[in-house]
Structures are given as C-alpha cells and as structure tokens.
C-alpha cells in the first residue's frame, strides 16, 4: 500500500507559486525528518528543503529566500511553498521521510514545470 502521497505539482509561469503536499501513512513510525528532493531530465536527485521533528529547517542554496519547507505532525504531513519560481525548478519533486528507526521512504513524486 502507498505510503507516501505527494500532490500539488503542475504547470506554473515563472514568478510564480505553488505549495506542494505529503502525507506520510500512519504505518510508518516515528517520523524524524521529512523532505523534498528533485530530479530534472538528465541530473541527479538533489536536495531541495528539509525539516526535522523540531522544526530545524535545511534549504539547497539554489531555493533559499524562495522556498519554505514547513510540517504538521498531527496530520503526518510535510509541505514545499515555492515563491518566486524559475524554468530550472522545473523538475519531478519526490517527498522523503525518515523514521527514527532508520529507515527511508520515497514517495512517488509530482511533476513542477515552470514555464511561460
């Protein structure tokens, strides 16, 4: 059964917004750190944000002052506002979780273009 849901990807102009979601199973355990990663055509999966179960924020370089990472832990839920976008944000955005036991789960990613 999916484990991780992501949503709230599409089509957007650049300068534009959008807030991305996860939602992480209750089959999971105790959720330590939750995140965003993305992969464009032809480039490695890269960190974008993460945050850990006390609200530590980490940003790739690339988004800081754009984007904010943010969770709900009652809901197991993490989230990626993206402000200001550009064309090289246009990537498919996998959510990670990491449970304090160590292990590690993917979702199945949602596409962003950013595109006039």
């Known amino acids: 059964q999916v484990q991780l849901v992501e949503s709230g990807g599409g089509l957007v102009q650049p300068g534009g917004s959008l807030r991305l979601s996860c939602v992480a199973s209750r089959n999971i355990a105790s959720i330590y750190v939750m995140g965003w990663y993305r992969q464009a055509p032809g480039k490695q999966r890269e960190l974008v944000a993460t945050?850990?179960?006390?609200?530590?924020?980490n940003y790739a370089d690339s988004v800081k002052g754009r984007f904010t990472i943010s969770r709900d832990n009652a809901k197991r839920a993490v989230y990626l506002q993206m402000d200001s976008l550009k064309p090289e944000d246009t990537a498919k955005y996998y959510c990670?979780?990491?449970?304090?036991?160590?292990?590690?789960?993917w979702g199945q990613g949602t596409r962003v273009t950013v595109s006039s």
């Open positions: 990670n979780v990491k449970p304090r036991d160590g292990r590690n789960y």
């Open positions: 945050v850990t179960s006390d609200s530590s924020t």
